[in-house]
């Protein structure tokens, strides 16, 4: 059944009715915030991270931390965001390496085994190069017989994971591209989560959103970590799997890099309220924390 639209005015009751506080702001004050700052759907939906009583309203929950919540949650997006597309450009740089030094890739075959083999992918790969707006006379010069390097330049993340998996087993399991492999599904969850501007710090721990089992080379960092309670939910899975990735493909001073501005997020998660008193908020924390130290091991 559909829901009847209602006016701002109307959605800041609801807010109230469910127990939110707007101790720091007028009413007109958050209608102008929700009408011209941020909007009343992702606002609202940071309320989730707070415990509700048994008149099921909300607790310690007002609208200034669901201001602050957002915030937050597009510098962690942002953070992550560029952490996946330096993951994805080390990854290209170490097949690029492989097949350079390969004495049997010439660069061009492995780009007719990937259009055999992943045609949809090798497909909408092309059509994006072909459509791109500033590098159409890479593809104008060379025409269709395209060398691996070129291809990669168009790939999204899916379709890197694709010619990871088919140069990993065309070689044995090539030794260097084993995490890639076994841990790129995960960070592209991420990746995609955070570049389509979703919001993230939610539901981390929602018994809905959980795997069956981690892949392959995660537990023992899990383990590590001391996260263990939460290997099975889905985005705890998703972001350590990303962190190992980083570390076991970027340079040094791209790790030093995520590590320093993972501090500096770390920091700016407290500026305003610590939510030692939020229990999923705290844990949300605290695991970033706990990934962010393990870049600096």
């Not at 998660?269 to 924390?285: A, F, Q, V």
Request: hydrophobic residues 35%; glycine residues 2%.
């Amino acid at each position: 059944m559909k829901k009847i639209k209602v006016s701002t005015s109307k959605l800041y009751d609801s807010m109230e009715k469910r127990g939110i506080t707007f101790n720091n702001h007028t009413k007109q004050q958050a209608i102008i915030i929700m009408e011209h700052t941020n909007y009343y759907y992702k606002l609202s939906s940071f309320r989730k991270n707070f415990e509700k009583n048994k008149a099921g309203k909300y607790i310690n929950c007002d609208f200034e931390n669901l201001i602050d919540l957002a915030t937050i949650d597009m510098h962690v997006r942002n953070y992550l965001l560029q952490m996946s597309l330096s993951i994805e450009h080390f990854i290209k740089t170490e097949i690029s390496r492989l097949i350079t030094v390969s004495k049997i890739e010439n660069g061009y075959d492995i780009v007719y085994e990937y259009e055999q083999r992943y045609t949809d992918y090798f497909d909408a790969t092309m059509d994006k190069f072909e459509m791109t707006r500033y590098q159409k006379d890479m593809l104008k010069k060379r025409g269709q017989d395209l060398p691996i390097w070129v291809l990669m330049e168009h790939m999204d993340y899916s379709a890197l994971c694709k010619l990871v998996t088919l140069y990993y087993f065309k070689y044995n399991k090539v030794l260097s591209l084993e995490k890639a492999h076994n841990l790129m599904i995960s960070s592209r969850y991420i990746r995609n989560a955070c570049a389509h501007n979703s919001t993230f710090i939610l539901e981390w721990f929602n018994h809905s959103h959980m795997i069956k089992n981690n892949p392959s080379g995660i537990k023992s960092t899990i383990i590590d970590l001391e996260l263990i309670q939460y290997r099975k939910y889905a985005k705890v899975n998703d972001m350590v799997a990303t962190f190992i990735l980083l570390k076991s493909y970027a340079s040094e001073g791209t790790i030093q890099h995520f590590y320093t501005s993972g501090k500096d997020l770390l920091k700016r998660w407290k500026n305003y309220h610590t939510y030692e008193n939020i229990p999923k908020i705290k844990k949300m924390y605290d695991i970033l924390e706990k990934l962010v130290d393990f870049l600096e091991k």
